[in-house]
């Protein structure tokens, strides 16, 4: 019954992704190969099933364990739905401190503007790839406790066509058909490279949206520590761990602020300022 | 009337007055809490600095304060030592302002860290 059958782990959870359309399954694993796995008897597997129904005018559905949770005539939204669901769960059983934010990396050190969604993290994230900065996520900063080294999360980068635009950027590989026309890209569709070898995080930037020019100034660690703990996806699992961690982030790192309206122009201050001339510090 | 009584960390005075009605005499004690001390800091606090500031961690609330420069300053004179007017001559000095600048922050300052429950006077409480 099933024209693909795939698995993928995405920051330590696996899922099992199944779909009855051979066309539909291969863009789901265009947007995942970098995440996928051997098959392996390791149970607690999470599994999604994209089926195409014959009935109904063919609408597809999102199965996760065998319960409907998305129907929709465009395979495109419901491949968009798998997505978010993936990176919702992946983020909600990660067992390193993970805040939102963008994140990038030059030869190792890890640059990231911790944001709510819709603040632009995706889109300077996007800007900065395009400057020559490698991907590390454009969703989250993930650092292992234990290490405290950065992990990277490089899933598809989630752009809108108001982003894509701004950055000049070709129409992507895998067309999604996404509330506010969301595209996923991936990085190398942007010339960029996934940020590999041992990572550790060097700046923080908390971006703020302005009509002039970009402008980058330096900021006391305190407003990363607080700013860590807001973005948080889960200091709740472990709230003292976290906040020592965001401590320690905070001050093993350079904090910034970044007033931007233009993202490209943003991302080359900053490979101008924080690659060359600024180094992190060491404690 | 004043008297005075014996007050965790310290000696309080206590203003008094007194009111009869149907020959029974209340007396009303209003403690004069600026001659009480503040703090000293929650036993069960994880305190943590960071460029100059200090952050809170409460493990009972699960709860993080992260304290900007002033209340950063405040804080460090919470330290069951020092009374309410102290620490605002204190803060006064080092900040070449009159104490009558700061007052009203720092006030404020010391009240948000009782009722977030940061100092040991209001675990005793």
Not at chain 1, 100 to 111: F, N, P, S
Not at chain 1, 247 to 255: F, Q
Not at chain 2, 38 to 64: K, N
């Amino acid at each position: 019954m099933w024209a693909t059958e795939r698995y993928y782990e995405i920051l330590g959870t696996r899922f099992h992704v199944r779909s009855s359309n051979q066309h539909v399954g291969d863009a789901i694993d265009q947007l995942l190969h970098r995440f996928r796995r051997d098959p392996c008897g390791v149970p607690g597997r999470r599994r999604y099933a994209v089926v195409q129904a014959k009935s109904d005018g063919g609408s597809h559905v999102l199965y996760r364990d065998c319960n409907p949770k998305y129907r929709h005539e465009s395979w495109a939204f419901i491949v968009g739905a798998l997505l978010t669901e993936l990176n919702l769960e992946a983020l909600g059983e990660v067992k390193h401190f993970a805040a939102h934010a963008g994140v990038i990396a030059a030869e190792g050190k890890v640059i990231a503007f911790p944001a709510e969604s819709g603040d632009g993290k995706s889109t300077l994230t996007a800007a900065c790839l395009a400057a020559g900065f490698d991907y590390v996520s454009d969703e989250a900063l993930c650092v292992e406790y234990g290490t405290g080294e950065v992990v990277a999360y490089p899933k598809p980068l989630g752009l809108s066509r108001w982003s894509r635009e701004a950055l000049d950027l070709p129409s992507p590989r895998v067309q999604l058909d996404a509330p506010q026309d969301e595209a996923a890209l991936l990085p190398e569709e942007l010339g960029a490279r996934v940020a590999t070898g041992t990572l550790r995080l060097a700046h923080v930037v908390h971006l703020v949206r302005t009509e002039g020019e970009a402008r980058l100034e330096p900021l006391p660690g305190s407003e990363t520590m607080a700013t860590l703990l807001r973005m948080s996806f889960n200091h709740y699992k472990r709230p003292q761990d976290s906040f020592a961690m965001a401590a320690h982030l905070a001050r093993n790192s350079r904090s910034w602020r970044l007033e931007l309206s233009d993202p490209t122009k943003a991302a080359r201050l900053l490979a101008a300022r924080l690659d060359s001339e600024l180094q992190p510090q060491e404690n | 009337m004043t008297a005075t009584t014996p007050f965790a960390g310290g000696v309080a005075t206590a203003r008094c007055a007194e009111h009869q009605e149907g020959g029974v005499a209340t007396i009303l004690i209003g403690m004069d809490n600026e001659a009480a001390v503040v703090g000293p800091p929650a036993l069960h606090l994880v305190e943590t600095e960071v460029d100059g500031r200090i952050s809170l961690y409460d493990p009972q609330r699960e709860h993080a304060s992260v304290l900007n420069e002033t209340a950063s300053d405040v804080w460090r004179l919470c330290d069951g030592e020092h009374t309410l007017d102290e620490i605002v001559v204190l803060l006064a000095r080092a900040y070449a302002v009159e104490p009558s600048r700061i007052r009203d922050e720092v006030e404020r300052v010391v009240a948000g860290f009782r009722d977030s429950g940061l100092l040991a006077e209001a675990e005793q409480q």
